[in-house]
Structure formats: structure tokens, C-alpha cells
């Protein structure tokens, strides 16, 4: 059982707030080729610049899946899909890890939203985790932007 932790959800708020003037894509082409350094600081700055960069791209959906340990990202817009580059496996699971923490998500397969406040405010974001047979996923729904 994972246990909520507000500490992980201040990061992530932080890291977003930390990274909100810089270029999303470059950095996360270089987190997602980088050697691994503090695994906990590695996933929580590609998640926070994965939903920055859908957030500034006026995104629908961020989607994070693993099958059979193959990992994908990809940003919907518009029905667009555009992909990612995806982190490792480690980074993935530990994703997933600090997202089921932070919204307290005990099941295989659940739902919630995530709010975060940003410095031009604050926004809702849903969130669905599921978890099945060597696959696993991350969807990240956003509000309508316009």
C-alpha cells in the first residue's frame, strides 16, 4: 500500500514552477537521455516538464504506457498525436509511483483529479492510472484551455 505523501506533491508543484521559463521539449530530450542521477529528482522533473509541455501546447491528453517494458509518451492535441521521448523503465515506474502516491491510488485501475497550483494559477488536471498484464499506463486529461 502507498501512502499519500503532500512532500511529493509539493515537488511536483515546485518543479513545474521551476522549469515554467524554460524550453519543455530540449529538456525533456535531454532528461530522457540522461544517465539516471537521484531517481526521485530524475522522475518528478520529467513528469513536471511532460505536463508543462502539454499545458503551453493547449494539450487533451498526456499519455505515459509501458508493454512488456517497451515505454511510450505521447501528447493528443487537436487529434494529433505527437510523441515523446520516453524516459526509462525506471524512471516510468517511479512516475507512476509518486502519481499513485500523491493521489493515494491503491487500485489497479483508478481515477482522480490533480490539482496544481501554478504561478499564473492554479489547474485541475484528471488523472486514470491502470495497471494489467505487463502493461501499465499514466493518462493525464486536461481542462479545455481554449
Given at each position: 500500500m502507498e501512502i499519500h505523501d503532500p512532500n511529493l506533491h509539493l515537488?511536483?508543484?515546485e518543479m513545474c514552477d521551476c522549469y515554467l521559463e524554460t524550453n519543455f521539449k530540449t529538456q525533456i530530450q535531454k532528461m530522457a537521455t540522461a544517465a539516471i542521477g537521484d531517481i526521485d529528482e530524475d522522475s518528478c522533473k520529467y513528469l513536471a516538464?511532460?505536463?508543462?509541455?502539454a499545458l503551453t501546447e493547449k494539450a487533451q491528453k498526456l499519455t505515459y504506457k509501458s508493454k512488456k517494458g517497451q515505454v511510450t509518451v505521447t501528447i493528443k492535441e487537436d487529434g494529433d498525436k505527437t510523441s515523446v521521448k520516453a524516459p526509462s523503465a525506471e524512471v516510468f515506474n517511479r512516475i507512476i509511483s509518486i502519481m499513485r502516491t500523491i493521489l493515494h491510488l491503491e487500485e489497479d485501475n483508478a481515477s482522480m483529479?490533480?490539482?496544481?497550483?501554478?504561478?499564473?494559477?492554479?489547474?485541475?488536471?484528471?488523472?486514470?492510472?491502470?495497471?494489467?498484464?505487463n502493461k501499465e499506463a499514466l493518462r493525464f486529461k486536461f481542462p479545455d484551455l481554449g
Open positions: 515537488k511536483l508543484i516538464l511532460t505536463i508543462m509541455y483529479p490533480l490539482s496544481l497550483g501554478l504561478r499564473s494559477g492554479q489547474v485541475d488536471i484528471q488523472v486514470k492510472v491502470e495497471r494489467g498484464d
